[in-house]
């Protein structure tokens, strides 16, 4: 299994909402990171986990709130967003940050915030 | 800042042309680069890398090419396909806090194949 999963592929969501989106590997790795990528514009990095432990925070707005409840699961927890959170937020994991570090990204949730 | 760019946002090729694609960078320390593909409604997709002591590096239909002097690489599809049909992305390995190496994308290419 060489895929990363993200669930919803869809979200939209009132401002007061809170809402969680989901990632899910299976190939061992040990690192997993969240990114937000706007329309025509590069993945921007947002948390990374490594060994299920926070190690890079891209000073992201508490709003959004990462968990890595094992080494398989990411979450990305959301309250209060404003509209201009509204993009692709995408899932990736690798075997480790190493230097030749592969990463392999999830489809993406699309999110809209109303 | 250090930064990682490309030239041409938009490149469009006839189905059976070779296509080129460049990308700039300013860190000389640089010492990995990667290529992605980013097709419609997916996540990236690692294509080929390569080293900084290598100038070339070759895949299936896909050659990297690295020019330290003018920190310069590009990306060379052999025959492009419909299925080519994307956005490319280099990407720069660079050593954060943690001793992670986490990339740096640049902005990204759209490829346009035409039959």
């Known amino acids: 299994d060489t895929e990363v999963t993200q669930t919803p592929k869809h979200l939209v969501m009132g401002m007061t909402n809170k809402k969680s989106l989901k990632c899910e590997q299976h190939?061992?790795?040990?690192?997993m990171y969240w990114y937000k990528q706007k329309a025509k514009k590069p993945p921007e990095l947002m948390f990374v986990?490594?060994?299920?432990?926070?190690?890079i925070n891209e000073s992201v707005p508490s709003r959004f709130s990462p968990e890595c409840p094992n080494s398989s699961l990411l979450n990305l927890h959301l309250h209060a967003l404003q509209p201009e959170d509204s993009a692709l937020y995408l899932c990736?994991?690798?075997?480790?940050?190493?230097?030749?570090?592969?990463?392999?990204f999830g489809p993406g949730t699309r999110l809209t915030v109303l | 800042g250090e930064s990682v760019g490309l030239h041409l946002p938009t490149l469009s090729v006839q189905e059976g042309d070779n296509s080129i694609i460049n990308c700039a960078y300013s860190?000389?320390?640089?010492?990995?680069f990667i290529w992605y593909k980013q097709e419609s409604g997916k996540g990236p997709q690692f294509i080929i890398d390569?080293?900084?002591?290598?100038d070339k590096r070759q895949g299936q239909r896909v050659t990297v090419l690295l020019n330290k002097t003018v920190k310069h690489l590009s990306l060379q599809i052999a025959a492009t396909q419909p299925g080519d049909s994307a956005v490319y992305f280099c990407?720069?390995?660079?050593?954060?806090?943690?001793?992670?190496?986490?990339?740096?994308f640049g902005r990204g290419t759209s490829l346009i194949v035409h039959p």
């Open positions: 990736a994991s690798s075997h480790s940050g190493s230097f030749r570090n592969e990463q392999f």
């Open positions: 190939m061992g790795h040990r690192a």
């Open positions: 986990y490594s060994y299920e432990k926070l190690s």
């Open positions: 860190n000389s320390a640089s010492d990995y």
């Open positions: 390569i080293r900084s002591n290598m």
């Open positions: 990407a720069e390995n660079r050593l954060r806090s943690g001793g992670s190496y986490i990339p740096t």
